[in-house]
């Protein structure tokens, strides 16, 4: 029987992904429509959708394949590049498991993700004006993994963990050219929801070490190559962009253009975490600068929130607790988008500032574990 986790269902099916890669969603939707309306027997007043991670994926891609499905959504932490993240995938586990017999123990160790999260501090975390651990913004810390090289420290890194841990940071390239975001600085440290689940050393379940590697050797073997035997440390990285065309086709919900949905009314709420470890935050900021970047406009019915220190769909260590579908109804019935919003914790009193991208929360002073300890700017 296909294991789901692994994507083993699509092989050879190529009507199994087109359902996976927009349609099947769609056709739901419709389905689920008609059955309400003809239980309440009338027409639906309207229509919101919420996804977090591929859930994040299908929302944008009903925002921009269907725009009439649905009045308000919300995509949080998108995997919006589908390809683009597996090629992210496939390139770091290149670095951290060179070797193809060997999935269960990753080149950057836990004491060395240890010491590389003790450096990023040292050098970064002031950067906000708060030593709490958490870089607010991490695209202003300018840390290089190559001053823990040896020997150049007394704790430090052999030249081929600096290499995997670049791999990381700098996102995957072929021929002086990108193929897709790194990802920020964030979670290194972290075994659940950070490098340790997602993109180094882990628990190794089905055959995988972590779930970068379960999605992205899936992806490689199932839906591209259509070769169970595939293998990541002989991949050939020059036929990439050929080679994965038509699943980019399908897949990547990367489409500006949002003006059928905006036309209808249509409000799309977006977050992610800055920390996320298995879908790049540079991967949203770069999306919406483009929607807002084609039309200026869209800025009055696409609206961002990233959201600092936390990981993927959500935040352990830091507040991330917002009822987004609350915020995008309000949005929705007043026509008033969405500025400044305060995020939550679960298991204590504390809250911090989410600003409408591009904006950022800047620390000016007080208890920084209150909102009101921000500004955006």
């Not at 394949?65 to 590049?81: K, Q, S, T």
């Not at 990541?232 to 036929?239: A, C, G, L």
């Not at 950022?360 to 700017?377: L, N, Q």
Request: charged share 25%; aromatic share 10%; net charge negative.
């Amino acid at each position: 029987m296909p294991n789901a986790r692994d994507g083993a269902w699509a092989l050879g099916d190529w009507e199994a992904i087109v359902n996976y890669a927009h349609l099947g969603m769609h056709r739901a939707v419709v389905h689920a429509k008609r059955v309400i309306e003809g239980h309440y027997r009338r027409p639906i007043d309207k229509s919101f959708f919420f996804g977090c991670s591929n859930g994040g994926r299908q929302a944008l891609m009903e925002a921009q394949r269907y725009p009439a499905d649905f009045d308000g959504i919300v995509a949080g932490a998108p995997w919006l590049n589908w390809t683009g993240q597996v090629a992210a995938f496939v390139a770091i586990a290149q670095k951290m498991f060179p070797d193809p017999g060997n999935l269960h123990t990753a080149l950057v160790t836990k004491d060395d993700r240890l010491l590389l999260r003790r450096a990023i501090l040292a050098r970064c975390d002031a950067l906000d004006g708060l030593h709490d651990g958490i870089l607010h913004d991490p695209t202003l810390c300018d840390f290089d993994p190559g001053t823990l090289a040896c020997p150049s420290h007394t704790a430090c890194l052999a030249p081929e963990k600096v290499a995997a841990i670049r791999e990381v940071y700098e996102g995957p390239v072929e021929d002086g050219a990108r193929l897709y975001f790194g990802f920020p600085f964030g979670a290194e440290d972290l075994d659940a929801g950070g490098w340790g689940a997602y993109l180094a050393s882990g628990a190794p379940s089905a055959g995988f070490p972590n779930n970068s590697t379960r999605i992205g050797f899936g992806a490689m073997r199932y839906f591209l190559h259509h070769d169970p035997k595939w293998r990541h440390d002989d991949h050939d990285w020059r036929r990439w962009r050929e080679d994965v065309a038509p699943l980019a086709r399908l897949l990547n919900a990367t489409d500006a253009d949002l003006g059928a949905f905006r036309a209808r009314g249509g409000k799309l709420l977006l977050y992610h975490g800055w920390a996320d470890a298995l879908l790049t935050a540079h991967g949203t900021t770069d999306y919406v600068n483009r929607v807002h970047a084609l039309d200026p406009a869209a800025a009055s019915d696409v609206r961002l929130f990233m959201i600092p220190g936390a990981e993927h769909c959500t935040g352990q260590r830091v507040p991330s607790r917002v009822d987004w579908l609350d915020v995008l109804e309000r949005w929705h019935d007043t026509g008033v988008a969405p500025d400044e919003l305060a995020a939550t914790r679960a298991d204590r009193p504390g809250s911090r500032k989410l600003c409408a991208w591009p904006r950022k929360p800047v620390y000016m002073s007080g208890d920084g574990r209150h909102a009101s300890a921000y500004e955006c700017r």
